[in-house]
């Protein structure tokens, strides 16, 4: 097929881009006289063309959540995603021991048998077990363990191959073995949930961390007497960094500094996305404990911050106010860096001749007019009028999912 007048990052005029098998197989000028085929080709009508963001921890959307253990969630929650611009994530959650990880199972199952419409569920990410009761934020203790009580062995067979990340601590006594064993099974281990000093985060790099989560959340603050692991994190190139761009969890100055710290290359822009991300504000309940959301923000009802309800989207044009940064750069902060952390930056991530064709057509308010994963449309809205400009000047927002039913 052909996705023609096309806006695209850092390309001057219109192009269309041709898609055949899943991948981008050609870039050229939109050709203006060439007539469109009818249910082939699908035309942005000038409006903006970028790569399929990618969230590397998202909880859930849509009213739906991983932790549930339900297909059905899943599949919602990659529906919902699809239709906030997201084109792959990784379904991010917690242990339950309790319950023997049923919800892991059902996470590893949708991962190996995923069908139809949808962002593309790339693997699990495990904030935990192995993380610091200080610097629990919002995770319940029952959900941290030690290797002495829930072994990483166990944890991986439960994930049947589909453990992508893991969230730990590294000062913890044995944790060090632990992130070298998650090397050695290409899981990427990330520093978060940790209380770790400037040493103990050193250590953690030297024996394979390379990646952080939520940077700044749920660990030490950076002192000019106890640097702790922030500072460790800014001192190391080779670490990229999750940062929730709210500016809420951290502050817009902050944000700014870490980017100018850290680099364009190793931001790596997330959601932390809950259930309640597509609702409306209210009162929800995740991991059976109650949570309000605010304003694009979810605090269970004593206040402890626990994620986000924004879409990435929005969390990239945040990032974008508050650094200073190109759209393009911002872009490539939640999609192309997020690419690389998950060793999948020859395929995804950037509008080039033989990438996965994952794209999004944005409309001038940057909700979604179309998402394509591997060159097939998976959503579109409808009820549309195009205007020159490529707007949606009806306001309407009807969703239309193809290849699969939207679960509702």
């Known amino acids: ?18 898609l055949e098998k899943g991948r981008i197989a050609a870039i050229q000028a939109d050709a203006t006289s060439a007539p469109d085929r009818p249910g082939v080709d699908l035309s942005a ?68 048998r ?44 439960i994930c049947a191959g589909g453990l992508r990340m893991m969230t730990l601590a590294p ?14 099974r290409r899981v990427i281990p990330s ?54 761009s709210d500016g809420v969890h951290v502050h817009a100055e902050i ?14 822009l997330i959601t932390d996305g809950m259930q309640a991300s597509g609702l409306p504000d209210g009162r929800y309940v995740y991991a059976g404990k109650e949570y309000e959301t605010r304003n694009g923000t979810a605090r269970y009802l004593d206040g402890t911050l626990i994620g986000s309800t924004l879409r990435l989207i929005e969390i990239a044009l945040r990032f974008r106010k508050y650094t200073g940064c190109s759209l393009e750069v911002a872009l490539e902060c939640a999609s192309m860096n997020p690419a690389r952390v998950l060793g999948l930056a020859d395929r995804k991530g950037a509008i080039r001749p033989g990438y996965d064709a994952d794209l999004v057509v944005w409309n001038d308010d ?22 020159a400009g490529g707007g949606n000047s009806s306001g309407e927002n009807d969703a239309v999912f193809h290849g699969a039913d939207s679960g509702s």
């Open 255 to 268: 944000i700014n500094l870490s980017y100018r710290l850290l680099g364009a290359e190793r931001c790596v």
């Open 191 to 244: 520093l978060g949930h940790t209380d770790a000093s400037y040493a103990q985060a050193v250590a953690g790099f030297t024996a394979g961390i390379q990646h952080v989560t939520h940077l700044f959340n749920a660990m030490p603050p950076l002192l000019h007497r106890a640097p702790g692991c922030v500072a460790a994190v800014f001192n190391h190139p080779a670490v990229t960094a999750q940062i929730i």
């Open 171 to 184: 000062e913890l006594p044995g944790h060090l073995e632990l992130v070298e064993q998650l090397v050695r």
């Open 114 to 157: 995923q069908r139809g419409s949808g962002a593309r569920c790339l693997g699990i990410h495990l904030e935990g077990p192995y993380i610091s009761v200080k610097r629990r934020g919002g995770i319940d203790p029952a959900s941290i363990d030690s290797p002495a009580t829930q072994s990483l062995d166990e944890l991986l067979e």
């Open 45 to 112: 009508q000038g409006r903006l063309v970028t790569p399929g963001l990618i969230d590397v921890h998202t909880h859930g959307a849509g009213g739906a959540e991983v932790f549930s253990g339900s297909a059905v969630d899943l599949q919602r929650m990659a529906l919902t995603l699809a239709q906030q611009g997201v084109t792959a994530f990784l379904a991010t959650t917690i242990c339950h021991r309790q319950s023997g990880h049923a919800h892991l199972r059902s996470a590893a199952d949708f991962i190996n």
């Open 1 to 18: 097929m052909r996705l023609r007048a096309c806006r695209l990052p850092g390309r001057l005029g219109l192009h269309e881009l041709i």
């Open 366 to 387: 940057f909700s979604v007019y179309a998402t394509l994963i591997n060159g097939e449309v998976v959503y579109r809205q409808r009820g549309l009028t195009q205007d």
